[in-house]
């Protein structure tokens, strides 16, 4: 094997000398002359006709610019899969916070006086809050029956499988929304020209998709909309669709007034009004032998999509896929369904839906477990995926992965038999009562199904005369480390030193679409394409005699030098290709659903204080098998990241719904993890030798979402002996449910 | 530092060193202190996150002390001396602690990096070698989403080290 030069080492975050000196331009550290500052007019009911807007004659209206459904040139939706989401309301409205009209003035001050003075008199209909409600139909407000998308996976007869069952375990387990809470406010500024048509900078996660949303919004031609990628403050999917609608509020009101318009969420707006995690209920029903092996089992998967379909239809997939786990089922039927309230539509979270159904999944192990009379351990041992077998979707298990070995290296990494035989023994005498919990599971990289496919992804690299290289992707950076990561590939692939390599800014006028920045793909699918188009230029250079190899920097920058001379230009592009043999069928549900999986072991011990029932993880061990670790720094940093972000899910961040709003819109009550809540959180890879993307990396930015939140909870159970089934697990919750368990005089 | 009366809504002449310099500007009192560095001295280093100092984003030193600049009024920095985060690097040289959160991984969108940075130079000057338990209390009022912390917990650590190898 050749020893690499630049992967699988800490080089350098392309970005971060201007991170931590503060030179860093975001979308509010950006400012354009005669700038006008935008504001969105909301909906303050969840469903009703609007019957009347008055202004308030005390304003000035004519200094401001007003924008409504009318000024919309094109057609009045956020093209992103269907069009049934409004830019802005025309006449209905569907949630609270929904946009019905936009000011703008050159003083940001005025403007929530001016919001103030509009009042808008609904006619209000009766609107439905949870999934139940929106399932016994009592109001119908989306389509024929309040369902955006339904999934079937069948596989094996799961009807025959009851009658031969030891034991019939049953369980309903649900998941709370989750705020993504990226420390940068979502905004945009926008500037239209008549000849040159829009342009948009912003903090975004996909610049393609806003600019598919413009062209439709505008109706304008792909050439005459422009979007650009500012450094951008934390997105974990929240900023993949909802930057399309601030993008398109600010080109209208810059339209309008003909001056470039900014609109910065304050932090109440972006947590009340975007999007979050989706809601679940999980219901799980399971046949098992008496020895602990799963013979067949349903579960039924439900999410709440909120008012518009938006991404719903494929998060639901991504976690009806997911449900069945890491584990082998033979005969399996899954149903899900994602439905509609009058609430915000939720939408991308880290994890899209798999961190849902993957908790429902890992508390049910344990409630097997139980049931049948097993460690945890030996429940999931007895029940792993195994190479050559199939998954839910009958997708075989090509990799040698051995997830017993897995299990073996995270028990013995978090000492969890000896901790568990600790506590046992001390628990009984101790205020504190500590626990361990397990999650095992699993983590698809990249579109599901034929989705790489239909995007078809291009990427381009270019050769510059001063012989750097310079990546061209729509693929952005908002912490995970895309610039880094992909600049090593390129550097690895032509043999030259990370630093001359560059990537541009995302700019869709001058960056091919190598896709939406979501989906842990773009290291494995991206970075594949990266590595065809620097192999393209490499071989471009021999081919032409201007290098031979091997070749020093300087030879290169010669190459480089003649070549552009000679032709113009130096420029290689790559475009995805399905890899050979790979069947995915789209009716059925059936086939091949990632290219790759990352599967992990994640090991929770928790404190929990039977004076206060605060929760406290007190060590967390997480281990996954990713492929390559392509830069090991960043790669840890991906994993303790969304641990901590799986802490805030399972123990502190509760969305507190009042009729379809956030009513806990602010950091100071909606409560995300601090440092002085965070475990040491033990990260450590596995690399078990596949090769799938870029020199063998799988995707890695989601799986730490999936595990934390089942595994804490499991640890929580096993602390107390009482189970939850739900997070957020809140004391008050523990609290309710403990006291149940106690005598009238408190005693147990 | 005298306004004419509480009812005046006008600007009035503020004066304070800010990175070693000492600066002139005209504010509305009640101003926010964030508005001041960002806006009317183009210090956009400092950065905001909630508006309600919850989050630590735009978190500076006054006098040597951290505050969060979004709920100073700009007329409390009378004659105070401020370090944001333009004023750690000294020309291309990094301070340890900028050094050290770039080397562990302790930035990485970067929106909550320089008030982090900030709040890490305040815990070093007071303690010049932190234990685990100090950072994550000195830590607390700064909120990252990101890194999950671990990696900011190694940059101060490593910084204190470098320090003390001086």
């Known amino acids: 094997m050749i020893e690499e030069n630049v ?25 354009l002359p005669g700038m006008l500052y935008g504001a969105t007019v909301r909906s303050q009911v969840p469903r009703g006709a609007i019957k009347k807007i008055s202004f308030d004659s005390t304003i000035d209206w004519s200094e401001f610019a007003i924008v409504s459904a009318r000024d919309i040139p094109g057609k009045n939706c956020i093209a992103l899969i269907g069009d049934d989401q409004p830019c802005l309301a025309d006449g209905r409205v569907n949630h609270p916070e929904e946009a019905i009209l936009l000011l703008a003035h050159a003083n ?16 209000t209909l009766p609107a439905i809050f949870t999934i139940e409600e929106s399932e016994q139909q ?35 387990y649900s998941t709370g929304a989750q705020e993504q809470l990226y420390i940068e406010n979502n905004g945009m500024i926008a500037v239209f020209d008549g000849e040159t048509g829009i342009t948009v900078w912003g903090s975004l996660q996909c610049p393609y998709y806003i600019h598919k949303a413009l062209m439709a919004l505008f109706s304008l031609p792909e050439d005459k909309v422009r979007i650009v990628q500012m450094e951008t403050g934390g997105a974990f999917g929240g900023k993949e669709d909802y930057p399309s609608m601030i993008a398109a509020h600010a080109a209208l009101l810059a339209m309008k007034s003909l001056r470039p318009v900014k609109i910065i969420y304050d932090r109440t707006e972006d947590m009340t009004a975007t999007t979050k995690r989706h809601p679940s209920r999980t219901r799980h029903r399971t046949a098992v032998s008496k020895d602990g092996k799963i013979l067949g089992g349903e579960i039924e998967f439900t999410i709440d999509g909120g008012a518009y379909a938006t991404l719903s239809s494929v998060v639901l997939s991504r976690g009806t896929i997911h449900a069945g786990g890491p584990y082998n089922w033979p005969n399996i039927r899954i149903r899900s369904k994602a439905v509609a309230t009058n609430a915000p539509p939720h939408g991308a979270f880290r994890g899209f839906g798999a961190p849902q159904s993957l908790f429902a999944m ?3 192990m344990d409630r097997i477990a139980q049931v049948v009379g097993l460690s945890p351990v030996e429940i999931r041992r007895r029940n792993f995926l195994k190479t050559g077998q199939t998954t839910t979707t009958e997708q075989m298990v090509q990799e040698n992965i051995d997830l017993e070995k897995l299990l073996d290296r995270a028990l013995k990494l978090s000492d969890y038999a000896n901790k568990k035989a600790h506590f046992d023994r001390e628990n009984e005498e101790s205020q504190i009562k500590r626990g361990v919990g397990i999650a095992a599971f699993l983590h698809g990289a990249g579109f599901t199904g034929s989705g790489e496919r239909y995007l078809a992804s291009v990427v381009g690299i270019e050769g510059c005369t001063d012989g750097t290289v310079r990546l061209l992707v729509s693929s952005t950076e908002f912490g995970q480390g895309t610039n880094t990561v992909l600049c090593q590939i390129a550097a690895e692939v032509l043999d030259l030193p990370y630093g001359n390599v560059e990537i541009a800014q ?6 091919p679409n190598s896709g939406p920045t979501v989906a842990s793909r773009t290291a494995m699918v991206v970075g594949n394409l990266v590595q065809s188009a620097a192999l393209g230029i490499k071989q471009t250079l021999i081919a032409g005699g201007d290098l031979r190899t091997p070749y020093s920097a300087e030879e290169f920058r010669a190459a480089c030098r003649n070549y552009i001379a000679k032709h113009g230009d130096l420029r290689s592009f790559a475009r995805y290709d399905p890899p050979p043999g790979v069947f995915w069928d789209d009716e059925n549900y059936r086939g091949a659903a990632y290219a790759a999986y990352a599967w992990a072991i994640y090991v929770a011990e928790v404190a929990v204080d039977s004076l206060t029932y605060s929760v406290t993880v007190e060590d967390f061990v997480a281990l996954q098998e990713v ?3 392509l830069h090991p720094l ?59 993307g870029a020199y063998g990396a799988k995707g890695i930015g989601e799986l730490p979402m999936d595990g934390p939140a089942p595994a804490i909870v499991n640890a929580v159970v096993d602390a107390t002996g009482t189970n939850f089934d739900f997070v957020p697990l809140m004391p008050e919750n523990i609290f309710a449910e403990v006291s149940k368990t106690l005598s009238p005089d408190g005693e147990r | 530092m005298k306004t004419n009366s509480s009812e005046h809504r006008g600007q009035c002449n503020l004066s304070f060193t800010v990175n070693g310099r000492t600066v002139e500007v005209r504010v509305f009192p009640m101003e926010r202190l964030l508005d001041v560095l960002r806006h009317t001295l183009g210090l956009t280093g400092t950065k905001e996150g909630c508006g309600e100092g919850e989050c630590g984003s735009c978190a500076i030193l006054m006098n040597g002390e951290l505050v969060n600049s979004c709920l100073i009024p700009a007329l409390q920095a009378a004659d105070a001396n401020l370090t944001t985060i333009e004023g750690l690097a000294v020309g291309p040289q990094l301070s340890a602690l900028q050094q050290a959160f770039l080397e562990c991984g302790g930035a990485q969108c970067g929106i909550c990096t320089p008030g982090m940075i900030l709040a890490s130079q305040q815990l070093l000057s007071k303690h010049s070698s932190p234990g685990m338990e100090d ?22 650590a490593q910084a204190a080290r470098v320090k003390a190898d001086v």
Request: charge should be negative; glycine fraction near 10%.
């Open chain 1, 7 to 31: 992967i699988g080492k800490s080089v350098p975050r392309k970005e971060g000398r201007d991170k931590v000196t503060g030179a860093a331009r975001y979308i509010d550290d950006m400012t």
């Open chain 2, 135 to 156: 950072i994550r209390e000195a830590l607390a009022g700064n909120l990252c989403r990101c890194t999950g912390y671990i990696q900011i917990f190694e940059a101060v």
């Open chain 1, 634 to 692: 960043l790669a840890k940093g991906q994993i303790a990241g969304g641990v901590a972000q799986g802490i805030g899910f399972a123990l502190y961040e509760k969305v507190v719904w009042q009729n379809g709003r956030m009513e806990n819109g602010q950091m100071t009550n909606y409560i995300m993890p601090t440092s002085a809540d965070i475990p040491p959180i033990r990260v450590y890879f596995e690399e078990m030798g596949n090769v799938h």
């Open chain 1, 627 to 629: 492929g390559r670790v």
């Open chain 1, 362 to 364: 890992e508390r049910h």
């Open chain 1, 506 to 511: 995302p700019d869709t006028s001058q960056v």
């Open chain 1, 138 to 172: 009592s109001q119908i407000i989306w389509g024929t029956d309040n369902i955006f998308k339904t999934f079937l996976i069948a596989k094996g007869d799961v009807d025959s499988v009851w009658a031969e069952a030891d034991y019939i375990v049953e369980g309903e």
């Open chain 1, 108 to 123: 940001p001050h005025l403007l929530r006086k001016a919001i103030a003075a509009i009042s808008i008199e609904y006619e």
